[in-house]
Every structure is written in structure tokens, then in C-alpha cells.
Nanobody, 119 residues
């Protein structure tokens, strides 16, 4: 059973927009930070954006001003609005969530969704 389910990837033209969504399973409790990472072919996975439970956000320099992360704590979902997309944004995007139960942290990853930006 997948615990983080992503959707919204696809093929888009340079300058276009996409919105990624990630829903956490109800089996995951006390989720604190959530975020999006990406991995391009031949490169390491990198943080794109993260958001705390209280809404504090953090972005990679390469996406500041173009991407917006948001979340809905009521149903444990996180979103990534991506505007002004560039070919260098092409990657597999992974959702991440961290829960803390009885002082123990657990990290969860989604299966990844492909984003391809064509020039």
C-alpha cells in the first residue's frame, strides 16, 4: 500500500505551468514537514521546496519566485504549483513527509511523478 500518492506530472512546454499534488495515507499520523524533491537523470536527488506544519516554507534558489508549495493539514496533502517552467526543471518529482510518533521520526516517500519541460 502506497503511503504517499502523487499526481499532476506530465509534459509541458517551456514557460508553462503544472500543479503537483501528494496525498498521505490515513495510516500516517502526526505529519510535520512535507516537501518535494526532484531527481534528474544522472544527478542527485535535491530539495525543491518544503513546508512546515505551521506553513513556513523553504525553496531551492533555482525555483524561488516560480514555484509555490502549500499544504492542507486537515487531509494531509501537499501541493506544488510550478510556473514559468524551464527545461532544467525536467526531473522525477518525489513527495516527502515526516511524522513523529512517541518521539520517533519516520520518513515517507512517494513513488515519483515525471515532469518534462520541452523547449
Amino acid at each position: 500500500q502506497e503511503q504517499l500518492v502523487e499526481s499532476g506530472g506530465g509534459l509541458v512546454l517551456f514557460g508553462g505551468s503544472l500543479r503537483l499534488s501528494c496525498a498521505a495515507s490515513r495510516s500516517i499520523f502526526n505529519i510535520y514537514p512535507m516537501g518535494w524533491y526532484r531527481q534528474a537523470p544522472g544527478k542527485q536527488r535535491e530539495l525543491v521546496a518544503a513546508i512546515t506544519r505551521s506553513g513556513i516554507t523553504n525553496y531551492a534558489d533555482s525555483v524561488k519566485g516560480r514555484f509555490t508549495i502549500s499544504r492542507n493539514n486537515a487531509n494531509n496533502t501537499v501541493f506544488l504549483q510550478m510556473n514559468s517552467l524551464k527545461p532544467e526543471d525536467t526531473a522525477v518529482y518525489f513527495c516527502y513527509a515526516e511524522s513523529v510518533v512517541l518521539g520517533i521520526k519516520s520518513g515517507y516517500w512517494g513513488q515519483g511523478t515525471q515532469v518534462t519541460v520541452s523547449s
